[in-house]
C-alpha cells in the first residue's frame, strides 16, 4: 500500500501531464469548453427541480435547486471517476503492453480528472447560493478534507475495479448498471428528512450516501456533518483504498499478458 | 519504454567474476504465457463464477490450461559496452525475451536483473495523442522516458532538430506522416540518456536519409560505451554491428557467438526448412490428366494450351539428382518435363523461362532456338534442360515451361509451375551471378 502511493508521487509529473492532456482531449475542438461540463448538471437540476418541486410539489426544503445541485456536482465527480476509471486499464492497454508503464497511475488519472470538473463548478454553485440569496458559509473552508476523503474513496475503488476489469470485462459493464441504482441511494433529489427512521442506516452506511450528505451540509446548509458519521467514513474510506491498491497490486503483473 | 535500474539483488552472490561488468545478467529465465481461449480460460466473470458454484476452484483450472512456452530455461549476460544481435524466426521468443528486458512481462522463473536506463525503441510514439501537437506530446512521451520538465526544455530543441519537424512541432501529430511520427518517437528515445538501446525491427521504416542518421547515432551511442540490443531480421545490420549474434529458436539459445558463423548456421536452417516447405507446399503441382480445363474469362490462367501434347510433371533437379527448391548460385540444376502426346505430332518445341518474383523476365529459351533436333518422340517421354551452373543472385524464382509448334501456338504452357530461390552468402547484386575472377597487376587473386 504504502509502496504504491510512493510509487504513483513518484509519478506526480505524469499523472499531472496526464490529466493535463485528458482535460484538454475532452475540450479540445469544442467552442464552449469546459462549460460543457457544466452543462450536465444544470440541466439534471433543472429537470429535477421541474419535477419534484413543480409536478409532483414535493417539499424539498427552500432552497431544493441548491441541495440537487450540491449533490449532483460530487455524483458526477463519483460516476465519472467509476466509469472511466474501471476501464482505464484496458483502454489505454497499448501503453500497458508496449511500454512500462505505472499501471497504477491510469485509474488515479481518471479519478484526479473528474475532480478537477468537481473543483472548477464549485464556484458555480457559489454564484447560485448568492443569487438564490443564500450566503457562502464559513463551512466552504471544511470541504476540502471531505474531497480528500471523497478522493481516497474513489481511488480505492477504481484501482480494484480497474484490475479485475483487465481479467473481466463484465466489471465495466455491471459498474454502470449499478450506478444508475446507487444514484437513487444517494439523497441527491430528496432530502436525507424523508427517508424513514427506520431506513435511514441506507444513508449513514453507504459511504457514496454519506458522502452527498456532508456536501450538502458544508456547501448549502452551513452545518458541520455529525463528527461521528464522518468518522466512520474516514475509516471506510481508508479500508476501501487499502483494499483497492492490494487488488491491483495483486493483479498489476499479469497486466501485461491479459491486456 | 524506460526502466530506471534499480536493479533487484541476486541472493548473496559476491564471486570474483565480478570484473566484468554485466548490464544485463539473465538467469534461468523462463517464460510460460497461459493460452486464454473463450472456451477454457476464465475470461468472463460468469464463467469464473459457475467454476466457484460447481464446487471448483477457479485456481484449480489453470493446471488444465494449455501454456505456450515462450522463453525456456534461458541464461544469458550482456557485459557493458556490447552488441548483441537477436536473431530468430518469427515467434522464436525475441519479442517475449525483449518485454521480459524491459519490464513488460514478469518473468515465470528465474532472474532478469537490469543495471541502468533502457531506451526501447520497440514501439515509437506508443502513447501519442493524435490531438496533441507535437511539442505537448513530445513534453508527455518525455515525463513518461522518466525526464524532468527542466531536462526536456533543455533537450526540446535538439529532440525536434533531430527529428526535422522544426517547422511541424506546433501542429497536431495526426497531421503527421507516418515517418515523421516515427521520426518523433525515435529522437525522444535517444535524447534519454539510455545505458542500453533496445532496437526492434524500427529501422525498417522511415526514408533512407533518416535511417542512416539512426545509424549513425546507434553508432555514436555504442561508441559512447552504451550497451545495444538489436532485433532484427537483417541479418547484415548484425553482421555489421555485432560483436555477438544470438539464435533465438523456440525459446531457446539454439546458438551464439561469432556473427558470421552464427548467421551463416541460421541461414543454413532456414534453407533447409524453406526447402521442405516449397516441397509441400507444390509439390507436384500439375494435376495428371485433366484434359480439359475450363479457362475463367479476365484472369491470366495459370496454365494454358490445346493440349495436344501435355506436360504432365515439373521437376527442378539438384545435382545430388534429388528434387530442389533452394539452390546456390554455383549449383547445377535440371528442369524435369514429363510429356504426354495425345494427337501425333511432329512439330514439337520444348521452352523454359524463368522469372524473378518481381515479375522480371530473367531468362528463356526452347529446343527451336538452341537449335536442338528433337528425335521421334513416343506417346510419353521426359524432357530435361540441363543448366551446369545457374548463376542467379539471392532471391526468389519461378520456372515457366512449355511445349509449343514453331510458330507458337501453343500445347501446353504452365506459368509459374516451380518456385525456388537462391540462397548465398555473397551480396553481389543484379540479377546475373557472373562466373568471373579478379587480376590485380597480373597477379591472379582467389576469391
Known amino acids: 500500500m504504502l509502496g504504491s502511493v510512493k510509487q504513483v508521487w513518484q509519478f506526480r509529473t505524469l499523472v499531472g501531464a496526464l490529466v493535463r492532456r485528458h482535460i484538454a482531449t475532452r475540450y479540445r475542438g469544442s467552442l464552449f469548453g469546459f462549460l460543457w461540463s457544466l452543462l450536465n448538471p444544470l440541466c439534471l437540476m433543472a429537470v429535477y427541480t421541474l419535477v419534484f418541486s413543480y409536478y409532483m410539489r414535493f417539499n424539498g ?74 450566503s457562502v458559509s464559513w463551512t466552504w473552508l471544511v470541504v476540502p478534507f471531505i474531497v480528500v476523503l471523497h478522493a481516497l474513496f474513489l481511488t480505492g475503488i477504481v484501482l480494484g475495479l480497474s484490475a479485475l476489469n483487465v481479467f473481466f470485462r463484465d466489471v465495466q459493464h455491471l459498474v454502470g448498471n449499478l450506478l444508475t441504482l446507487l444514484f437513487f441511494l444517494c439523497p441527491v433529489v430528496y432530502p436525507v428528512s424523508v427517508v424513514p427512521e427506520r431506513l435511514r442506516f441506507l444513508i449513514t452506511y453507504n459511504p457514496f450516501a454519506a458522502l452527498t450528505q456532508f456536501y450538502q451540509e458544508l456547501l448549502v446548509e452551513g452545518t458541520l456533518p455529525n463528527a461521528g458519521a464522518v468518522l466512520y467514513v474516514a475509516a471506510t474510506c481508508c479500508l476501501v483504498a487499502f483494499i483497492g491498491a492490494r487488488i491491483h497490486g495483486h493483479y498489476q503483473e499479469r497486466f501485461a499478458e491479459a491486456l | 519504454m524506460i526502466i530506471s535500474g534499480n536493479a533487484a539483488q541476486v541472493g548473496g552472490e559476491g564471486q570474483a567474476s565480478q570484473e566484468v561488468d554485466y548490464v544485463v545478467d539473465i538467469r534461468h529465465l523462463s517464460k510460460v504465457f497461459k493460452r486464454r481461449t473463450r472456451s477454457n480460460g476464465y475470461t468472463t466473470f460468469k464463467q469464473a463464477l459457475l467454476a466457484r458454484l460447481k464446487g471448483r476452484p477457479v485456481g484449480e483450472e489453470k493446471v488444465e490450461e494449455p501454456v505456450t512456452v515462450g522463453i525456456k530455461d534461458l541464461t544469458i549476460r550482456i557485459p557493458r559496452g556490447a552488441s548483441i544481435g537477436l536473431i530468430g524466426r518469427n515467434g522464436s521468443g525475441k519479442s517475449t525475451f525483449l518485454k521480459l528486458i524491459t519490464g513488460i512481462y514478469k518473468p515465470t522463473d528465474g532472474v532478469v536483473n537490469v543495471r541502468g536506463r533502457i531506451a526501447a525503441l520497440i514501439e515509437l510514439g506508443a502513447g501519442f495523442h493524435p490531438d496533441f501537437t507535437g511539442r505537448e506530446n513530445l513534453v508527455l512521451a518525455g515525463i513518461m522516458h522518466g525526464l524532468t520538465r527542466e531536462q526536456i526544455t533543455a533537450r526540446f530543441d535538439d529532440i525536434v532538430r533531430f527529428a526535422e519537424l522544426e517547422h511541424v512541432i506546433d501542429d497536431p501529430v495526426r497531421t503527421y506522416s507516418s515517418g515523421m511520427f516515427m521520426r518523433l518517437g525515435f529522437s525522444i528515445a535517444i535524447h534519454t540518456d539510455p545505458d542500453i538501446l533496445l532496437v526492434d525491427e524500427v529501422l525498417a521504416v522511415g526514408d533512407a536519409g533518416f535511417v542512416a542518421k539512426c545509424k549513425d547515432r546507434i553508432a555514436e551511442l555504442r561508441r559512447a560505451g552504451k550497451t545495444l540490443i538489436l532485433v532484427t531480421h537483417d541479418l547484415d545490420a548484425v553482421e555489421r554491428w555485432c560483436d555477438e549474434a544470438i539464435w533465438l529458436h523456440k525459446g531457446e539459445v539454439k546458438d551464439r557467438g561469432n556473427p558470421r558463423r552464427v548467421i551463416d548456421a541460421y541461414r543454413h536452417h532456414i534453407e533447409r526448412q524453406e526447402e521442405g516447405a516449397l516441397l509441400e507446399e507444390d509439390g507436384v503441382q500439375v494435376d495428371p490428366i485433366s484434359t480439359v480445363e475450363p479457362v475463367s474469362e479476365g484472369r491470366q490462367p495459370a496454365r494454358w494450351g490445346s493440349r495436344e501434347v501435355e506436360i504432365t510433371q515439373v521437376s527442378l533437379i539438384g545435382a545430388d539428382g534429388s528434387e530442389k527448391r533452394v539452390l546456390h548460385p554455383e549449383d547445377s540444376a535440371r528442369v524435369r518435363m514429363s510429356y504426354t502426346v495425345r494427337n501425333a505430332h511432329e512439330d514439337l518445341v520444348f521452352g523454359i523461362g524463368i522469372t524473378r518474383v518481381d515479375g522480371l523476365s530473367v531468362f528463356g529459351t526452347n529446343t527451336d532456338i538452341d537449335r536442338v533436333k528433337l528425335p521421334a518422340t513416343g506417346a510419353t517421354g521426359v524432357v530435361e534442360c540441363e543448366i551446369p551452373r545457374i548463376g542467379l543472385v539471392e532471391g526468389s524464382y519461378t520456372f515457366d515451361v512449355a511445349v509449343h509448334r514453331t510458330d ?32 590485380v597487376d597480373g597477379v591472379r587473386c582467389s576469391c
Do not use: C
Open chain 1, 61 to 134: 426544503g427552500p432552497h431544493y435547486h441548491l441541495m440537487v445541485f450540491a449533490g449532483l456536482l460530487p455524483w458526477i465527480w463519483t460516476s465519472s471517476s467509476l466509469v472511466e476509471g474501471t476501464a482505464s486499464l484496458v483502454n489505454s492497454g497499448h501503453l500497458i503492453t508496449k511500454s512500462l508503464f505505472p499501471p497504477q497511475v491510469l485509474p488515479v488519472v481518471s479519478v484526479t480528472a473528474a475532480m478537477v470538473h468537481f473543483l472548477l463548478a464549485l464556484p458555480i454553485l457559489a454564484f447560485f447560493s448568492l443569487a438564490a440569496g443564500v
Open chain 2, 408 to 439: 507458337g501456338y501453343p500445347y501446353d504452357y504452365h506459368k509459374d509451375a516451380v518456385h525456388f530461390s537462391i540462397r548465398s552468402d555473397k551480396r553481389e547484386v543484379g540479377v546475373s551471378s557472373l562466373t568471373r575472377g579478379w587480376v
